[in-house]
């Protein structure tokens, strides 16, 4: 999948595209699929898909997995897969572009809440399965698209991963657009959050202001074409008022992400610090290797995330007071996720995993290694 710089900035030009319809598109212009309810209450923006069981029987191909947050990415990506013969590496990423460029989306991309300097630094990496390469950045600032660059630099460079200011002057120098990417809400969020660190510092209060709204939300997507060939990328503006040049799991190469063309795919959310302890994605793929199943192998991986969490993170039961949650696919189309908890009613969308295949696009359940009832009250 080796392409020129003529033709990578052609792609890099269309999803700036992508940015164009990106408000219409977080107010849910683009139509439903069979396969989707109306917008409920409290529902994302663009409605809410169904949340449904695995059709019985065999598998089928392609099939595109994510995050929950990924509905829309796995049918984009589905479809450039099964419509124009996309390679999956591609249709993954154009499938992520949609939430980098949703400024609604406040945990990846464009108005992802920022640093504790109020400065929004971006994280993402990729792999492709048939020619076994990847690529990465971290502490990218004022590029939207992470994942696109991290792409880039699987494809013309000689390295898998570069940060901060010299993952930015790459993308410059590769044509990628630079742009504020705090928007007016996260900088508001930003400022509340600043406002309440210490009741004696020189930031007043605001009396209208009922909750700081933080996140450490990613998206992460996995595509598995017709021949059966991989690609996955993570990407995620990482934890809100994180200290300035903190990287998580998602650049990580075995942490946030992982395919391997001969057994399949994994990607992870969640706390990134300790699924980069374990190698998560890169475990749960190992485990598949090994003859596990999806979702059994993402519920091994929580096991052993639970195993090396150190005490300071563990309630009085033992749990863990985080989250993580793992999504995988095999090379034949199987697929599974696992969570650590399951969610009050409210978040139970966070509970599944978005999946698109020739049964359409829909939300899929998650293995929960504890249930709702064990989450601890206070959480990391």
């Known amino acids: ?163 901060g200011a010299g993952a930015k002057k790459f993308a410059l120098a590769m044509g990628f657009e630079a742009r504020d990417l705090l928007t007016e809400k996260s900088r508001q969020d930003w400022l509340r959050w600043k406002a309440r660190r210490q009741p004696t510092d020189n930031w007043l209060d605001r009396d209208d202001d009922t909750r700081i709204n933080g996140t450490h939300g990613t998206i992460t997507v996995c595509a598995v074409s017709a021949a059966g060939d991989i690609g996955s990328v993570t990407s995620t503006s990482g934890l809100s008022w994180k200290i300035a040049g903190r990287v998580g799991d998602s650049p990580i190469v075995g942490a946030g992400q992982y395919c391997d063309n001969g057994v399949g795919a994994a990607g992870s959310t969640g706390r990134g610090e300790s699924n980069i302890k374990i190698c998560g994605t890169f475990h749960v793929v190992e485990q598949m290797r090994q003859g596990a199943a999806p979702e059994e192998a993402c519920l091994r991986a929580l096991r052993r995330v639970v195993e090396t969490t150190e005490d300071r993170l563990l309630d009085e039961r033992g749990h863990p007071r985080f989250d993580i949650e793992y999504y995988a696919v095999t090379k034949e189309g199987h697929f599974g996720g696992a969570a650590m908890y399951g969610r009050p009613p409210e978040k139970a969308q966070k509970d599944d995993m978005a999946v698109c295949d020739a049964h359409g696009a829909r939300l899929v359940p998650l293995a929960l290694l504890f249930p709702a009832s064990e989450r601890p009250k206070i959480m990391w």
């Open 1 to 163: 999948m080796t392409l020129t710089r003529r033709t990578f900035l052609r792609l890099a030009t269309a999803a700036a595209v992508v940015h164009a319809g990106g408000a219409r598109l977080a107010r849910g212009a683009e139509p439903p699929s069979t396969n989707e309810k109306s917008a409920e209450p409290g529902a994302r923006p663009g409605g809410k898909a169904a949340r449904a069981p695995r059709p019985a029987g065999a598998p089928t191909r392609p099939v595109v997995i994510a995050s929950a947050n990924g509905i829309r990415a796995v049918k984009k990506a589905y479809a450039l897969m099964r419509e124009k013969n996309a390679d999956p590496l591609d249709a993954a990423i154009a499938g992520a572009n949609i939430q980098e460029l949703d400024p609604d989306d406040q945990s990846v991309g464009l108005g992802g809440l920022p640093n504790e300097d109020g400065v929004v630094q971006l994280d993402a990496s990729c792999m492709h399965g048939p020619t076994k390469r990847a690529g990465a950045v971290a502490a990218l600032e004022e590029i939207a698209t992470p994942s696109l660059v991290a792409k880039a630099v699987m494809d013309y460079t000689n390295h898998v991963l570069l940060v």
